[in-house]
């Protein structure tokens, strides 16, 4: 029973992103509590132009650089004792974690790696990767790779000070997560009814097609047992390390697993970006919508998808527009964006499922003949995900309510997402730092990434397509005439 009085990352997670909740909802009482959270975006020829304030003119962007840090590193140690951990020996070891993350975001944040062609002429470059801002998460794990396995002493002297948590970060980030998904889905509720319910059929056919095959082909031709099989295949099916992560506590799987499974969906997200987006352009350009909801379903990390659902609509417009027809800008991408929505409001449900499912049928004791209680279910189900699943509720919630509100529950949502990207950006540094690749070969990280190719190359995408296809097929955005002329222009 004394247990149950112990804070573990869950809680801490729940704590910690309550809190930062809290702390954005005073301004619907008229107090920005959140104002001085750092937002990190796009420069070119100044890095500290990648600084700023979440409220503008609230402070100096090098100021909000630190308060973020002080905050963030605060609170963080507060969470380290709560789980009888060392608050002064954390806080020096994560201050060199902190800055180098952020001078790894800093670097994959430059417009010439960063801009994707829709942001070009606003940038005043000619040319870029269009990797997004996302270029900046994964560069943060190949340089937390690199001092992994290049400076494993270095490594371990931060780990023994607990700093590197990239579970406890990710989970404070999803916890966060939730109120950003709450207006998006509100944003969504004002979007042509048809296109959200044709998404929402075909998230859940996704999913239910998705992860049975990936867990299938882990499990029959690769061995896996099921502690792998499970979050690999939430991984790849479903929302990447947010799903990974969630799986794995759902099912009580080693933090080695998520960890591993994240890395690799960091990597192929990167890939997928560059390729399907281009091929979405040459074989889709008469289905847009289709284009927007393959994005969506195909590439696994918000940003990553909202970015390629981005750069698939600017090639499909400029070829239509070299053809004669002229669709209003944002449909494509919206539907990237409701698609993804729908997906990552499904992990919560998602993750009750395997809990039942992992209690009821795979737990010792279930073996042993005792019957399962809702209890045992409860204990299994990952807290965190409760936190995500109530800040999400909240706020959609709030955002319906009224138009006042949910415009401030905007500017909420815009400052609070520059402490998810932080969480999010700690989360890949941290994984690659403790991404030991002889350790990693030794447990099958090998096999693990065959396993990723096989099922995402050699399904995923493919079929994500067919069902865009099979819900979206025949629409397209309205032209920019027509609504030009409704305007009364």
Known sequence: MANQHVF??????????????????????????????????????????????????????????????????????????MMKGNPIKFIGAFTVIFFIAVACYVCGANAYIAANPTQLAKQGIPWALGLSTEAGLILALIVGIILGNFAPGFVEKLQECGACRPELFVKIAIVI??????????????????????????????????????????????????????????????????????????????????????????????????????????????????????????VKSDGGAIASGAITESLILTKAAALGTNWETGWITMVTTTVKVFIDMFIGVWSFILAYIWTKYFDAEAKEGKKMSWGDVWDRFPRFVLGYVITFLIMLTICISSPDMHKVAKSISGALNGLRVMFFLLTFFSIGLVSNFKKLLEEGIGRLAIVYVVCLFGFIIWVGLFISYLFFHGMTPPLAQAAAAAAGM
């Not at 609230?58 to 100021?63: D, L, R």
């Not at 630190?66 to 963030?72: D, E, G, H, I, P």
Request: charged share 15%.
């Open 8 to 81: 573990n990352e869950d809680k801490v997670a729940c704590v910690l992103g309550g809190f930062v909740f809290l702390l954005g909802l005073c301004k619907f009482a008229g107090l920005d509590l959140v104002g001085w959270i750092l937002k990190m975006g796009m420069w070119v020829d100044d890095p500290m132009v990648c600084f700023k304030a979440a409220t503008k003119g609230y402070m100096e962007g090098w100021q909000a650089l630190l308060a973020t840090y002080v905050f963030v590193t605060l609170g963080l140690s507060v969470g380290i004792k």
């Open 177 to 298: 997560l939730g109120v950003e998904l709450g207006v998006k889905a509100a944003d969504a509720a004002a979007f042509a009814g048809v296109v959200i319910f044709r998404g929402l059929c075909a998230i859940v056919e996704a999913y239910l097609l998705y992860w049975a095959v990936v867990y299938y082909v882990a499990r029959k031709y690769f061995k896996f047992n099921k502690e792998w099989a499970a979050p690999l295949a939430s991984g790849i099916s479903i929302c990447g390390v947010s799903a990974a992560i969630a799986t794995g506590g759902a099912i009580r799987a080693r933090p080695v697993v998520p960890i591993m499974v994240s890395s690799l969906v960091v990597v192929f997200t990167c890939i997928e970006m560059l390729i399907l987006p281009f091929i979405a352009s040459a074989v889709l350009h008469n289905e847009p919508m289709v284009a927007g909801g393959w994005m969506g379903l195909a």
